[in-house]
């Protein structure tokens, strides 16, 4: 087993503003210490050299020479090698991003509370293969596992050298919990056998012991390094979710008088993926008004205002001006993560005319976060409205690969059916949109995608009949309505007059 030279504990006093390094107070200067509350404020985030001059210099001219010296210092402060960094990590050519290792007190108001910020702990999984090549093998995947987690976007990860202290402790996730601050531990194993490997992973509530998920993977030992990064990307799509699903289910379960925002913000996407949208978007204002600048809440409520259209009523100017100036708040926020920019773009791409704008936004999000099955989904379905059909497919299929028990995974076969649609392939639309319902069986588009696919085969009985349930569950529908709701989306000029026509065809000809 491996032994790690044991380092004085390094704490940052946010409020009074002093480094300690053990029990020893650290002399640091005023821009120094700025550097490094920026970089603690956004752990396992890159920040680029441009972000870095804004938030420490603002209006001041500097060069990003500056930035590298001021790196420099906090780096000799701290005892860090630049080439084997505990903290600071330096990506190339970007910028710099904030790894961990520090412990942080006194947050200031304003500043977040550890506490209301979903975090979890990867501890080093165990060797059980008892030879030095399962022991590498078994620590390259716990930071491939850290690394794939950095990017979901609702997920603090705690850095390696915070949890990989309880390596061969056999911890108990509830002491683990309180001791680094998380409300998750993530522990395994690894065994080696006769040139197969068994990786075991448990996800554990520390406040319950609880074991929300578990999971067991074999594979042939034929190349380590490509199994590493597909168990850390499993991984993470898998659990980020379930985390997400936990974090919802304990603030349902909070007194009404002990919410905070955050708390207002999860309930809301419980009655989110109940389909609720009054009670989603009445939890949502009230989590702004408690606290205004909670980026996240303001666009996913903005994305709310999208959800109009699937009853086939068009948003009003009003609604519109409304949902665009809260997504727009929401990326104007400091560094808004990835969810928030994911639902500001699909409600900037639903609402206006910024097609590749959108896109643009989108891509950079599915980029950054690979395993954010939403992202995926909402990828796809912008690009079925204004893009690309067969990469709308692709988007979709990828989504329903991270995540396929996700309460929202109907809107993959959304997005496939109206790609399907623009390609005239309509056989596959009729499948698709039968696979969509059984998830979602009042599903508006799905239902229409059903009739135009029934009508263009020429099954006329079935597509009246299925136009019959259409009208009972949707007796304010009209096309007019409906050419309002698409008015902007640039993919539907050629499927527009196909859908009319099918849509007379069966009787609806307002």
Known sequence: MSHTTKHPIIRLDLEDERLWQGDAPVVIGNRVFQLLRLLVNNPNRLLTKDQILDAIWGEVHVTEGMVKEYVHDLRLVLGDD?????????VRGRGYRFLGGIEIVGWPPGQPDTAEHVSVAVLALDNLSNDAEGEYFADGLSEEIIAALS????????????????????????????????????EGSVRKAGGRIRVIGRLID?????????????????????????????????????????????????????????DLYLRARAELNRAEIPAATALLDAAIAQEPGFAKARAVRAWCTTLIGWRFIAPTGEQRASALK???????????????????????????????????????VTRECPSFAWGWASHALLESYHGDAHRAIRFAETSLSLSPGDPQSFRCE?????????????????KIAG?????????????????????????DVEAREAAAVFRADN????????????????????????????????????
């Open 206 to 262: 520390t406040v319950t012991a609880d074991q929300i998920w578990t999971k067991c993977y074999e594979a042939m030992a034929e190349d380590v390094f490509d199994l590493q990064d597909d168990i850390a990307m499993d991984v993470a799509s898998a659990i980020g979710p379930k985390i997400q699903l936990a974090e919802i289910v304990r603030a349902t379960r909070k007194r009404p008088q002990d919410l905070t925002a955050y």
């Open 82 to 90: 630049p080439k084997c960094p505990r903290f600071i990590q330096t």
């Open 151 to 186: 990017f979901v976007p609702w997920v603090f990860v705690v850095s390696r050298n915070s949890s990989f202290r309880y390596k061969g402790m056999n911890a108990d996730p509830r002491v683990v919990g309180k001791e680094l601050g998380v409300s998750y531990v993530f």
């Open 435 to 459: 696979r969509g319902l059984e998830k979602k069986p009042n599903n508006t588009f799905l239902q229409m995608c059903r009739i135009v696919s029934l009508v263009s085969l020429g099954r």
């Open 414 to 430: 959304m997005a496939i059916g109206k790609a399907l649609l623009t390609l005239n392939e309509f056989e596959e639309c009729l």
């Open 326 to 364: 809260l997504a727009e708040d929401a990326l104007a926020s400091p560094d808004p993560d990835a969810e928030t920019r994911a639902y500001a773009a699909y409600t900037i791409g639903f609402m206006s005319d910024q097609a590749q704008r959108s896109l643009s936004l989108m891509e950079a």
């Open 475 to 510: 007796p304010d529908f009209s096309l007019g309505q409906w050419r309002n709701l698409t008015a902007n989306w640039r993919a539907w000029e050629r499927t527009s007059p196909i859908l009319d026509a099918a849509m007379r065809r069966v009787g609806m000809t307002q």
